[in-house]
């Protein structure tokens, strides 16, 4: 669904990508693991367009995707749900929404969210900016729902959330990937992405350090040489 | 009571003409970061285009195809072919891109149309209708309510259409709109052809009342500013009724102001009293830019500049010095005015090159100072003392305007230290204070220390003498501690002050230094043309000025070397070829857009290319392959 080979990527004189080489097959969930200032993020900036390559190629749904902008590669497929601020905070829920649908049927869209998150049906009218983190997060999420994405890229969705809520958006991304759609999730919450993953990359220093099926890398001790101890 | 109704008739119309103009203004800026201070000269020139074509076709085709067609033709230019390339820039950067639109746009306008103020033929049917005991014209009326139909379309294209939201989109994220497939270049460019239409709209409609005048239509749709600051630059409805009390004030106060002669240009001068009062009084972080420059996206171009080596410092001193021999009478004083626009332009680019604060005010500072120095030599003052008092004078007037500076980035210290400029234009020279009763202040060469500096050779000299001493100073701040704080200021306020440093003293300095030199050298000036009336500088020069240093080189002193040489000698030389004066602020304007993110200018292509990032990268390979090896040779 989505291949990047040998990108190279920075900002300004700063490489931060030094050759990723990276798959995520279709139907596939795959986590991208690695510690902070590793370039997760610069990767899914890299893959949705938002930042050039000075290197190599990405191919999106067997096509080349490089010279296509976001909302290009937005219409062939591709969601990303960045960190932290993937709503327009000024607007209401119901305009996020339909920002959402691209133009479509808003009110379809807006029964599909709500069977989701409940919560965010009574909330409407309210702007985005106002909701609560979660709520934030609950409607960034949903976005991946709406349209007819095959492929999101998911940004370190668990920060600062409670764990009540975090375990109700990771289970969303679970029903993402029983849709079929594939995925691309950067997370901290280790455990939690193993067990939805089908496939771990670890990127170290912009590189990818480790490619393996989530059981090789509990046993292979990756996460102690690159993720510190924390995980295990 | 009854006797203001007329005035508030008159106000209201003035009013819906500047909230026109300045709703344009606050779309374009809102959904593309840039505020666009060409504007005005916009709508100057597509109402210029109008009232040429109404003679040839009928009005209401001559107003389709100039609202409707031409202007968003422009906008969608503008947007598409000059200002993406700056994507990501600091704010100084669209400053300066923008304000070389507007001088060049004016000197296009100066070139292509009869500008000698004329006559606009009315649009709508004449008459008065009489409202509730009021007389108002037709025209009132039509104006009036085409400035509120158009402020509801707005609102109602904002919340009710899709494009709408998808504008409104753009303004609180532009990434994300990418990233959901809405196409966000193709929204900013549609915010810029409606900010265009809106433009030419205002100009078509205010050009009956005030007659075709290329400088004064741009004037005057500028004076949207004002109406924009009160809606923050961003709240249409605010800065719809910010506007209509703006004009409703300006047209009340004429009535009061009659009765005071020195307070004869607070009407003209209200807009900018408001915007310059706005921004100053405002509680710190009320403006914020709309967008921010985040150090991840900027395409800085990080040339490394070189000062001016000693050598061709010297060389150059040498040949000033050996210059007057070789020319006579007229040139001699072209050369000394271009050595004084060497301190003008080296002042400016204190602030604009080191420190990255734009001044729109800097002829103010000159003016003010040729206008003390006259004041104070008729006082009888020997000349070198009364030069240096009037430096001392106009330091501290900078020093006022470093307040702003203090509190305000970027773009808002731009706004308003043009709206100083503005109004002090208005208020001040007008009042007699400056120019004296008769509007002209004549400044005599008398002498100093028993020399005489009435010869045309002996005041080049002398001239010389203070600017190199100003130049000194220049360059002594460029390299020592206050010259690192100012550049650090630019890089990172929140840094410099995370390390203990309060930025409010050098912040201050830098303003008073640079005023102070400006003042000297307009001292100089005023010395050198002995006389000087209130259009001898008038505030757009320095608009002109920022442009031509921006496009000679605004951070190294061969820049301001360059720039008064581009500006003051060059132009000169050429008078004999007829016209080529009119293409001069064209030129500079055009460049200026194009220079606006080379920091170094002209001066800057001078240099020879830049191999360093060739060799870092060689380098890095050369280590990468060497660490290969040593791995191997380990294994």
């Known amino acids: ?232 | 009571m009854k006797a203001y109704w007329p005035f508030v008739v008159v106000g209201l119309t003035a009013g819906s003409v500047y909230a026109l103009a300045a709703m344009g203004l606050v779309v374009t800026y809102t959904t593309s970061g840039v505020f666009n201070f060409a504007h005005g000269a916009t709508g100057m020139f597509a109402t210029f285009v109008f009232y040429q074509w109404r003679d040839a076709m009928p009005t209401w085709l001559a107003f389709v195809l100039v609202v409707l067609v031409l202007a968003p033709l422009f906008g969608a230019f503008v947007d598409s072919v000059l200002l993406r390339r700056l994507a990501g820039a600091p704010p100084s950067v669209y400053v300066v891109a923008s304000l070389g639109l507007l001088v060049a746009l004016q000197g296009t306008a100066l070139v292509v149309f009869d500008v000698r103020l004329r006559q606009a033929e009315p649009i709508f049917p004449q008459g008065t209708l009489r409202l509730a005991g009021v007389n108002v014209g037709y025209d009132q009326a039509w104006i009036v309510g085409i400035a509120a139909v158009a402020a509801v379309a707005l609102a109602l294209f904002f919340r009710r259409t899709h494009l709408g939201l998808q504008t409104r989109a753009v303004i609180a994220d532009g990434e994300l709109t990418e990233l959901v497939g809405a196409d966000s270049r193709r929204i900013t460019t549609f915010s810029w052809m409606l900010g265009s239409s809106f433009a030419a709209l205002s100009g078509i409609l205010l050009a009956p009342s005030i007659g075709l005048d290329a400088v004064i239509l741009t004037l005057l749709v500028v004076q949207a500013f004002g109406a924009a600051s009160v809606g923050r630059l961003t709240n249409l409805p605010l800065t719809y009724g910010g506007a209509l009390g703006i004009g409703i004030l300006a047209a009340l106060s004429t009535k009061f102001v009659t009765e005071y002669r020195g307070l004869a240009g607070v009407p003209s001068s209200l807009p900018f009293l408001v915007l310059f009062g706005v921004l100053v009084l405002s509680p710190k972080g009320t403006f914020r830019e709309v967008v921010e420059t985040s150090a991840r996206t900027a395409r800085r171009k990080e040339r490394r500049t070189r000062p001016l080596s000693a050598r061709a410092g010297v060389l150059l001193l040498a040949a000033a010095v050996a210059l007057p021999s070789l020319l006579t009478g007229s040139q001699l004083v072209t050369a000394t005015a271009t050595v004084a626009f060497v301190l003008i332009f080296a002042s400016l680019g204190l602030l604009v090159g080191l420190s990255r604060q734009v001044s729109l005010c800097h002829a103010t500072f000159a003016v003010i100072g040729a206008t003390t120095l006259a004041h104070l030599l008729s006082a009888g003052l020997p000349f070198p003392v009364a030069l240096l008092a009037a430096g001392l004078v106009v330091a501290p007037v900078g020093a006022l305007i470093a307040i702003p500076a203090l509190r305000l980035s970027g773009l808002f210290l731009a706004l308003a230290t043009f709206g100083f400029g503005v109004a002090a234009q208005y208020l001040l020279f007008s009042t007699g204070l400056l120019f004296g009763e008769d509007q002209r202040a004549i400044i005599g060469r008398p002498g100093a220390f028993g020399i005489s500096l009435r010869g045309d050779a002996a005041f080049y000299y002398f001239t010389l003498a203070v600017v190199v001493l100003g130049i000194v100073a220049v360059e002594v701040v460029r390299r020592t501690r206050l010259g690192r704080l100012l550049r650090a200021l630019a890089d990172s306020p929140d840094g410099v002050m995370s390390i203990g440093i309060n930025p409010t003293a050098s912040r201050v300095l830098v303003f008073a230094l640079s005023a102070f030199l400006a003042a000297v050298a307009g001292g100089l000036l005023g010395a050198l043309y002995q006389r000087f009336n209130t259009y001898t500088l008038d505030f757009f020069q320095s608009l002109v000025w920022l442009t031509v240093l921006v496009t000679a080189g605004a951070v190294s002193l061969g820049g301001s070397v360059l720039a008064a040489f581009l500006f003051v000698a060059v132009p000169s030389f050429f008078t004999r070829i007829s016209g080529f004066g009119d293409y001069e602020p064209i030129f500079f304007g055009v460049a200026a857009v194009l220079l606006a993110q080379a920091p170094d200018g002209l001066v800057g292509l001078l240099h020879p290319p830049d191999f360093s990032a060739l060799a870092t990268r060689v380098a890095w390979r050369r280590e990468e392959s060497w660490h290969r090896d040593r791995r191997e040779a380990v294994c």
């Open chain 1, 1 to 232: 669904m989505l291949t990047l080979s040998g990108v190279r990527a920075g900002y300004g004189r700063l490489e931060v990508l030094r050759g990723v080489d990276l798959t995520v097959p279709e139907g596939c969930a795959v986590a991208l693991l690695g510690a902070n200032g590793a370039g997760k993020t610069t990767l899914l900036r890299v893959a949705a367009g938002l930042l050039g390559t000075t290197y190599g190629t990405v191919r999106l749904a067997g096509r080349e995707a490089d010279s296509a902008r976001p909302h290009r590669r937005a219409r062939r497929g591709l969601c990303l749900i960045p960190e932290g601020r993937g709503i327009f905070r000024p607007l209401t829920v119901r305009e996020n929404i339909a920002m959402f649908c691209a133009g479509r049927d808003t009110a379809a869209g807006i029964e599909t969210v709500t069977a989701a998150f409940p919560v965010l049906g009574e909330r409407l009218s309210q702007r985005a900016g106002t909701l609560s983190g979660g709520q934030q997060q609950m409607l960034a999420v949903s976005r991946a729902l709406l349209g007819d994405y095959q492929l999101i890229l998911a940004d370190e969705l668990s920060v600062g959330l409670a764990p009540v809520i975090v375990d109700e958006i990771l289970a969303t991304i679970d029903v993402l990937r029983r849709q079929g759609r594939s995925l691309l999730i950067v997370e901290q919450y280790v455990d939690r992405v193993l067990e939805i993953a089908d496939y771990v990359y670890i990127l170290h220093k912009g590189q990818i350090a480790f490619v393996g099926e989530p059981a090789q890398c509990r046993q292979s001790g990756v996460f102690e040489r690159y993720l510190g101890a924390v995980a295990g």
